[in-house]
């Protein structure tokens, strides 16, 4: 049973980079076979597909709206993928998660809280 | 980027009755060579992660109650709640995996 486990600072300042790594135990990051995920959600608000990683040459996609402060990539020594956002505002405050996804995002992280406030 | 609505927002439904959320896609997630749906539904209670109940539109994850039942085909796309129960409180979201994945906005559902 695959578990993810996201963890980095809950609290970022504006125009500051937030950092987030998402830990996988009970399977290989490396497989091939899955896509590993962000998403995130706004308090009250729905979901936001953030980008993905995956073991095809290690490549990336991301949600265009992001793409130009977005960076995600992967540690497979430590079976981990992180998430790098580069100056952020207010909007960019929410719930964290990392996900692993074959047909749909089958497996989540418990989501971490990241504000971003001086 | 392919755009999910749902409808309602949000409906009260009685104990015992049936729920249905409905989600439609801006352009079509049906892949012909394999006639599958790229369409998933999830469960989010609050203070959780979403959990995955249906994939390839109509496919039920294991362990997930039958009186969840997922149909549709192409742009349309419905997921029933036969008989609501206390612990279906939830907002339910649905998704397409066509291509880069979007979520729907999201349908809360609770009892009346």
């Known amino acids: 049973q695959v578990q993810l486990q996201e963890s980095g600072p809950g609290l970022v300042k504006p125009s500051q980079t937030l950092s987030l790594t998402c830990t996988v135990s009970g399977g290989s990051i490396s497989s091939g076979i899955y896509y590993w995920n962000w998403i995130r959600q706004a308090a009250g608000k729905g979901l936001e597909y953030i980008g993905r990683i995956y073991n095809s040459g290690w490549i990336t996609n991301y949600n265009s709206s992001l793409k130009s402060r977005l960076t995600i990539s992967v540690d497979t020594s430590k079976n981990q993928f992180s998430l790098t956002l580069t100056s952020v505002t207010a909007a960019d405050t929410a719930v964290y998660y990392c996900a692993r996804a074959g047909a749909g995002f089958d497996s989540w992280g418990p989501g971490t809280l990241v504000t971003v406030s001086s | 980027d392919i755009v999910m609505t749902q409808s309602p927002d949000s409906l009260a439904v009685s104990l015992g009755e049936r729920a249905t959320i409905n989600c439609k896609s801006s352009?079509?997630?049906?892949?012909?060579?394999?006639?599958?749906?790229?369409l998933a539904w999830y469960q989010q209670k609050p203070g959780q992660p979403p959990k995955l109940i249906i994939s390839w539109a109509s496919t039920r994850e294991s362990g997930v109650p039958d009186r969840f039942t997922g149909s549709g085909s192409g742009t349309d796309f419905t997921l029933t709640i036969t008989s609501l129960q206390a612990e279906d409180v939830a907002v339910y979201y649905c998704?397409?995996?066509?291509?880069?994945?979007?979520f729907g906005g999201g349908t809360k559902v609770e009892i009346k």
């Open positions: 998704q397409q995996y066509f291509t880069a994945p979007t």
């Open positions: 352009q079509s997630v049906l892949y012909i060579p394999n006639n599958k749906n790229y």
